[in-house]
């Protein structure tokens, strides 16, 4: 098999070694050349679909084709993506509540108005990992706006109110299996506070609990359930009209308001959460919002500044200001942040991980042999997020450098 080695080598007289970071920081720009802002806040799993909007408008940024979808010619946002890339969910006139209609996207760029709208006031605000069920907010057939649950692959909406006048409500947040919803309401003579559902196969409501602000706190809004559905995220404080901070309510301790560490501002919010992380913004005493991270097991003491921890990715002057979401899988964070660069408030996609650069010793038994460089030569050519450990310099594509760092290692630990 030594020839292996011989035909290796011959192919890489000229080849030159070139290893990728691990961890990366990608700016996704605008619909225009110049001016305008975007703000990513869901991603696929491998990294290729980022969802959010652009210049005002709902947008896909699809990366395997470098390309940006705008998704609706009105104002608009998409608000959720599917693990897989393959659904997305959205609404129209974000921010304003008068009239608002919810919508699914599917690619190429396949638009859908989902029920009720188009007709009834409606906006989707989160989706399952699978894309078979969503949540938002949609107008009961009472006249109330309450929090929504769409079956996706049905396309049916139902809406849920609280014992206590809940009259108004909205979902953001709903767990991996579909079985659990956060939410916030209005009731007559509590204010507004959250509430979390657990529901039955069909959609109907098994049990819900209070999500109370923090002792003191004016109220709380939860924005999104962990995957298990155990845990809830989002804020705590006055949203509209004074001081907020991040919180979390866990199944553990009763649904209890728990006040997570922050950076001494006077504003900030959980927005989501995948397995033990957390991430969402806090502000500085300044004012300015920097992106964050939490571990539930250290969330109430603890906070993680993004920009320092990626500092050597942002060594430009840019910065992160808020991370809106995590992929199902957990590698990748989407947000805004200013890109120096370009000067303006842009989307942005942080993969946290990276692909796993390492010796040649593609197979992992130990030992760089015949083996691990037949693997790569078989490989040859292909391209992609996913190759796995042929690609060994984590550059998205198996070619001479992959083969050439098999070789310069080889025998190593044989």
């Known amino acids: 098999m030594s020839s292996l080695r011989e035909l290796g080598l011959a192919l890489l007289l ?165 079985r659990t919803v956060v939410a916030f309401g209005h009731g007559s003579g509590w204010g507004y506070k959250g509430v979390v559902f657990h529901l039955n196969s069909d959609g109907s409501v098994a049990a819900w609990a209070f999500l109370n602000p923090v002792s003191g706190h004016y109220g709380c809004l939860p924005r999104e359930v962990s995957g298990d559905g155990t845990i809830a995220v989002g804020n705590t404080g006055n949203l509209w009209g004074g001081s907020y901070y991040p919180v979390m309510w866990r199944e553990a301790n009763n649904w209890q308001p728990e006040q997570l560490a922050h950076l001494g501002g006077n504003a900030g919010e959980a927005f989501d959460i995948r397995g033990d992380v957390i991430v969402g913004f806090s502000s500085l005493p300044n004012g300015q919002r920097r992106a964050v991270r939490w571990r539930v097991a250290t969330a109430t003491t603890e906070v993680e500044d993004l920009n320092q921890t990626y500092a050597a990715l942002l060594s430009d002057g840019s910065r992160l200001s808020q991370a809106n979401g995590i992929s199902a899988n957990g590698r990748y964070i ?54 796995g450990r042929v690609d060994v310099n984590c550059d998205q594509v198996v070619d001479d450098a992959d083969l050439l760092q098999v070789l310069f290692n080889f025998g190593q630990g044989c």
Not at 359 to 379: H, K, Q, S, Y
């Open 14 to 178: 000229s080849a030159t070694l070139v290893l990728a970071p691990a961890q990366s920081l990608t700016w996704l720009g605008t619909l225009t050349p110049t001016g305008g802002s975007s703000a990513a806040v869901a991603v696929s799993n491998d990294g290729m679909v980022v969802v959010g909007e652009a210049n005002g408008y709902a947008v896909v940024w699809n990366r395997a084709t470098n390309t940006v979808i705008q998704v609706h010619n009105g104002s608009s946002a998409l608000s959720g993506v599917s693990a897989d890339g393959t659904r997305a969910v959205g609404l129209t006139n974000p921010g304003y509540y008068g009239d608002q209609r919810a919508f699914m996207w599917q690619p190429p760029n396949q638009f859908e108005w989902l029920p009720p709208a188009p007709n009834r006031f409606c906006w989707a605000a989160d989706i399952t990992p699978s894309g078979s069920h969503a949540v938002g907010k949609a107008e009961a057939s009472s006249g109330s706006r309450l929090p929504a649950f769409w079956d996706l692959n049905a396309r049916q909406v139902r809406t849920y109110a609280v014992p206590g006048d809940m009259y108004h409500g909205e979902a953001y947040g709903i767990s991996d299996d579909a």
């Open 334 to 387: 989407v947000g805004q942040g200013y890109n120096a660069a370009t000067g303006r408030d842009e989307a942005f996609l942080l993969d946290t991980q990276g692909c796993a650069s390492h010796n040649g010793d593609v197979d992992e038994n130990g030992c760089v042999d015949d083996a691990d460089l037949l693997a790569v030569l078989f490989a040859f050519g292909q391209s992609g997020a996913n190759l």
